[in-house]
């Protein structure tokens, strides 16, 4: 808080304290009652009427705080006050006190008019509230009105205005009377007097006091009998009165006064009351000096702002004018320019004339051939309308077609699946001895010549792959060849065997055999064949293989480790599937990444079955869960089965020890070999983490752990160590890389399509299902489970309805 050393002139009915800061607390009169008012004229009116009425006779001191504006209005707009100009700032902060020396005044107007003797203490502070209590402190004032902003006292305590701030924090000396609207709602009695003050200094006070109320009495800036004073005459007469008086008669004079100090008739002696009229003039001599040498600094001060403010006019004025002649120089180019412009233009419009001439001519022959070539579009447009009546006859004829199309294959699918029920019909006669080896391979060969997929011409499968050109080549094997093509509206990819290799036909025949009637969402489609061309058309996947994606050929993305895990099920779900497959399980024989090819959403599907490299038909289809082969394994030597090796004999835990390995791969991203023994070797000193591929990730320790015990025990070297793949063993793995995402409860998902489900239906296999999934499994024509690949004893559906209940319970929840 900053208390103003003078800066403020005497009016003709205030006097003002203008106190300046010492180390020592100023001393006031304890009988003045001093009051805090604010800018709002309404509020301190009526503080003013209620401090008359209580306190009569007696002085007060209007207490007037205010905190400086932060912002200085400039020529650019407000600024800070700290980045503005030093003399704007200055020029305005006298603005801001003449402003408060103005409502001031009003208030000690109103104090003149009910005869009232006041004057006014007015400080700058940045805290309105602490610096009413500053104020306080230093001046020690005893006696203290001040507003409340409620008229119930409890709400003043637990409020956070200035009544609450001073009620708590002013000093308990001070005795506060606290006004809401004119009415006296409470009172802080007084509980100490100030420690600072001491009996001759509350007696320097009394005397103080008596002395300023015999000089201001109700507000007039006037002292009594001050008229007698005024002329040079009547004051060099006083003063030539002290100077004649001896040192040794105002030694007595005081001595005599201090010893009948008791006696009002002796202090009012002649000399004591010259004493006092003496320095009640002097001061307020001193004070007009002062209000004149304030008043000087204001006008100077004005002459120096209203100096700046013709500077500035001045610079404007100039910029004014450099800006003008600037414009008169960019106008004298502009005319200048716009002459030669001019010239250009006409020049530009006598071309234009001729020009316009010659084009009149040109119109008037143009019309002619107009008129002629009318003639001919109204011909030609006849012949549209009849080109355009043909058109949709043909399109009629084309949609009638391609109706009767879409009847045939509807019909060629029935007629397949119910030859592939005979089929089964008479595998099953076949296993219960009811025919003859003989009339059942006659019976194989006769489904092979059935019609159950799309047949291809030879042309067709040229026209796809460009004469099976080069450019069209995806990759290249023993058997023969991959192309990529375009058919049936699609991207395929197209396998021609080898006709000239011994067993390359019989490959053909085995692999449609068997993979027309194989339907799995992880094994590659079988879209139709081509017995002309050896070949046969599967579905295209865009994102190749998953060799390409372990080891980053070609700038890959790496793999993250949920869709690792991911892939892991799916790989288990189709392996699943063929191990279950009835009369026989089918073995892949040749599980490697190169066999796994991914889709656009980076989906796995098991492609080159091992099984097309089968001897003979017996041995496919012979009652052993095992069957010898005469050649040696297609694929890399590493992800062979040890036991296979030593006696030749392909099992389905063949394709398990296959599987294990590519498990290692995809969680440490090695190379197969050794990799069996170094994960164990890891594993068993505790580092599982050092090994795993750091690309995918930070893998879930739960999911790295179960997935590396499984794949160690797939790998082991005895085949009765490695484990079976069931369905519950499928859903587990199924659940690991969804797990560590949504925690959604396993039996809340539909097993076909993996998402909540909505209306449960139970299979006859005991396991539940989304209805649409089932039915739509149901009515293309399977007869088995999806999860077991058994026969359903029955094709009805039982609704789950406390499956359905759970579900929309922890639906609602979360």
């Known amino acids: ?49 209620w401090t008359f009425n209580q306190f009569r006779n007696q002085e007060i001191v209007l207490i007037h705080l205010y905190k400086p504006s932060p912002v200085i209005p400039t020529l650019l707009g407000k600024m800070p006050a700290s980045q503005a100009n030093p003399e704007v700032v200055s020029a305005f902060r006298r603005e801001e006190r003449e402003q408060t020396v103005r409502f001031t005044d009003k208030y000690l107007s ?17 805290q309105i509230q602490k610096g009413i209590v500053d104020l306080v402190v230093s001046h020690n004032i005893r006696k203290l009105v001040i507003g409340a902003e409620t008229e119930n006292f409890m709400k003043v305590k637990r409020s956070s205005g200035k009544a609450n701030y001073t009620f708590k924090h002013a000093p308990p000396f001070c005795e506060i009377w606290f006004i809401y609207k004119g009415r006296h709602i409470w009172t802080r009695e007084a509980s100490e007097t100030p420690c600072s003050l001491s009996s001759a200094a509350q007696a320097e006070i009394a005397s103080t006091e008596r002395t300023r109320e015999a000089s201001f009495q109700y507000g007039k800036n006037e002292l009594p009998h001050l008229e007698d004073l005024q002329p040079n005459s009547a004051r ?3 003063c030539s009165e002290i100077r004649s008086l001896d040192l040794g008669e ?8 201090s010893s009948k100090s008791s006696s009002c008739s002796s202090y009012c002696s002649p000399q004591n009351l010259t004493a006092v009229y003496l320095d009640a003039y002097s001061e307020v001599m001193e004070e007009r000096i002062n209000s004149q040498l304030i008043e000087t600094q204001r006008e100077a001060e004005a002459a120096t702002d209203e100096s700046f403010a013709e500077r500035i006019n001045c610079r404007r004025s100039e910029a004014e004018a450099a800006e003008a002649m600037q414009k008169v120089k960019l106008f004298e180019s502009a005319h200048a320019h716009e002459v030669e412009l001019r010239k250009e233009a006409e020049v530009a419009l006598r071309d234009t004339v001729l020009e316009q001439q010659k084009l009149l001519e040109e119109s008037e022959r143009i019309s002619g051939e107009l008129q002629m070539t ?77 019609p159950e997929l799309a047949e291809f011409s030879l042309s067709d499968i040229e026209n796809a792959t460009c004469n099976f050109s080069e450019s069209f080549k995806i990759a290249q094997g023993g058997f023969g060849c991959i192309y990529k093509g375009e058919m049936l509206g699609r991207t ?25 009637s194989l339907q799995h969402p992880h094994l590659l489609t079988l879209l139709g064949v081509c017995p002309e061309a050896w070949s046969i058309v599967y579905e295209y996947l865009p994102n190749g293989t998953l060799q390409n994606y372990l080891f980053r050929k070609s700038n890959i993305i790496p793999l993250t480790w949920n869709i690792r895990t991911r892939m892991i099920a799916e790989i288990s779900s189709a392996l699943c599937f063929l191990h279950s497959f009835k009369p026989e399980a089918i073995i892949h024989g040749d599980l490697k990444p190169e066999t796994i090819l991914l889709d656009s959403s980076l989906s796995c599907k098991i492609c080159e079955f091992r099984f097309s490299r089968l001897g003979t038909e017996e041995s496919l289809y012979s009652p052993s869960s095992s069957f010898r082969l005469s050649t040696e394994p297609k ?22 020890y296959s599987f294990g390995l590519i498990i290692l791969q995809l969680l440490t991203g090695r190379t197969p070999v050794g990799l069996a023994v170094l994960v164990r070797h890891a594993v068993s000193f505790g580092k599982l983490s050092s090994i795993l591929d750091s690309s995918a990730g930070e893998w879930p320790l739960s999911v790295a752990s179960r997935l590396v015990e499984l794949g160690l025990q797939c790998c082991a070297q005895n085949r009765r160590s490695r484990p079976e793949l069931t369905p519950t063993l499928v859903r587990e793995l199924e659940q690991l890389h969804v797990s560590e995402e949504r925690p959604v409860p396993s039996f809340f998902l539909c097993p076909i399509l993996q998402e909540i489900m909505h209306d449960p239906q139970i299979a006859a296999d005991g396991f539940t299902y989304e209805g649409d999934a089932i039915r739509e499994w149901l009515e293309n024509g399977h007869d088995t489970s999806p999860m077991t690949n058994l026969k359903l004893n029955h094709l009805l559906l ?4 406390s499956i359905r209940l759970a579900i929309q319970d922890w639906l609602c929840k979360s």
């Open 492 to 516: 395929v990819a197209i396998k021609k065997f080898h006709q000239q290799n011994v067993q390359g036909p019989a490959e053909f025949h085995r692999e449609v055999q068997i993979l027309s």
């Open 798 to 801: 039982t609704p789950n309805h």
């Open 374 to 450: 009318m003639r001919n579009v109204a011909l030609l447009d006849s012949r549209a309308k009849e080109t355009i009546r043909r058109r949709d006859e043909a399109a009629h004829e084309l949609l009638l077609i391609q109706t009767s199309i879409s009847t045939l294959w509807q019909e060629r699918q029935q007629i397949r699946r119910q030859k592939m029920e005979a089929l089964r019909w008479l595998e099953r006669w076949k296993s219960r001895g009811q025919i003859g080896a003989a009339h059942y391979n006659g019976v194989i060969g006769f489904a092979e010549e059935l």
């Open 1 to 49: 808080m900053k208390l103003l050393n003078n800066p403020f002139p005497f009016s003709s009915q205030s006097h003002i304290h203008s106190p300046i800061m010492e180390q020592s607390s100023p001393v006031t009169n304890p009988n003045q009652i001093h009051l805090a008012v604010g800018k709002s004229l309404h509020k301190t009116t009526t503080l003013l009427q």
């Open 250 to 257: 105002i030694i007595e004079t005081e001595a005599t006064n």
């Open 635 to 656: 694929g890399a030597f590493t992800y062979t089965d040890p036991e296979f090796q030593r006696t030749g004999v392909l099992t389905t835990k063949s394709d398990i």
């Open 236 to 238: 060099t007469a006083v």
């Open 110 to 126: 109103i104090c003149y008019a009910a005869k009232v003797k006041a004057s006014v203490i007015v400080a700058e502070t940045d």
